[in-house]
C-alpha cells in the first residue's frame, strides 16, 4: 500500500517540524501528512468516525492511538503514496510507533530528530504575538514588532496565548519529554535514523536535512528522491 518512503519528524513544540516539513515535502514530492490538520479535517466529515473524533477533540482529550494511526492509515491510502509521506505528528509514543511499523510492512522509515535547547524552544513558544484582525505572528525575541503589542501589518493589537505562557511551555515540554522522548531511544538503533540540530536558522536547518536525506536514500538503495533545482 505504501510506496517509496516514509520519513518521521520527531521533535518538541516549537522545534521548527512543521516550518521544514512544508519546504521538504515541497522540495522532495512527499505527501506531507501532519496529523493535526487530519484529525481536524475528519472532525469536520458527517460520519460516524468523524463525529467520534470531534466529540474528544471539544472534550480536549487525546485522540486514542488506533483511531489515529486509521485516520493516518485512510490518508495513506486515498494519496496513492506516489513520491512517499512524511509524517509530523505521527507517531506520537511507542504505540503508535508499533501501528506505523506494521502499516509500513516492509517499506523502511526514516526519522528526522530535531534537537534544540530547551531555553530556545521556551523562547520561541513564549515570545509567540498574534494579531486579532490578519493574523500574522511574530515573535518578540526574534521578530520583534515595530511598535510593542501592535502588529506592524495592520495596527492591530497583537495578543499572547495562554497556551504559550513560558509556565505552560515547560509544562508542554515536560509532556513531550515522558511520552514522546521515548521515541529517539526506539528510533535510534535503527536504520535511517538521524538528528539535525534545530536550533540554527530555518535555511542552515533545511539544507542539513536534505543533504542527509539523499545520502539516505543512497545507502539505502531505495529508489532516489525526486529533487526540484
Given amino acids: 500500500m505504501i510506496e517509496d518512503n516514509i520519513f518521521v519528524l520527531l521533535g518538541a513544540p516549537g522545534a521548527g517540524k512543521g516550518t521544514q516539513a512544508e519546504k521538504l515535502a515541497r522540495e522532495f514530492h512527499l505527501n506531507l501528512l501532519g496529523t493535526g490538520d487530519l484529525l481536524r479535517e475528519k472532525a469536520r466529515e458527517e460520519t460516524q468516525v468523524g463525529s467520534q473524533v470531534g466529540q474528544i477533540i471539544e472534550r480536549g482529550e487525546l485522540v486514542p492511538d488506533q483511531l489515529v494511526a486509521d485516520v493516518v492509515r485512510e490518508r495513506m491510502g486515498s494519496s496513492g503514496g506516489a513520491g512517499g509521506f512524511l509524517l509530523d505528528g505521527f507517531p506520537r509514543n511507542l504505540a503508535q510507533a508499533d501501528l506505523l511499523e506494521q502499516m509500513a510492512g516492509n517499506t523502511p522509515i526514516g526519522v528526522i530528530n530535531f534537537r534544540v535547547d530547551e531555553e530556545v524552544l521556551v523562547k520561541r513558544l513564549s515570545g509567540r504575538r498574534f494579531c486579532m484582525e490578519c493574523g500574522k505572528i511574530c515573535n518578540v525575541y526574534f521578530s520583534p514588532p515595530g511598535k510593542e503589542d501592535v502588529c506592524d501589518a495592520c495596527g492591530a493589537k497583537l ?14 515540554l515536560q509532556v513531550y519529554r515522558e511520552e514522546t522522548e521515548p521515541l529517539v531511544a526506539f528510533y535510534s538503533n535503527k536504520e535511517g535514523f538521524f538528528g539535525v540540530n534545530g536550533n540554527l536558522d530555518p535555511q542552515a536547518v533545511f ?18 528522491l525526486s529533487v526540484d533545482r
Wanted: proline fraction near 12%; charged fraction near 45%; glycine fraction near 6%.
Fill in 207 to 224: 539544507e542539513e536535512i536534505s543533504g542527509k536525506l539523499l545520502r539516505l536514500k543512497e545507502h539505502t538503495g531505495n529508489p532516489p
Fill in 159 to 172: 495578543i499572547h496565548r495562554p497556551d504559550d505562557r513560558p509556565e505552560v511551555v515547560r509544562k508542554r
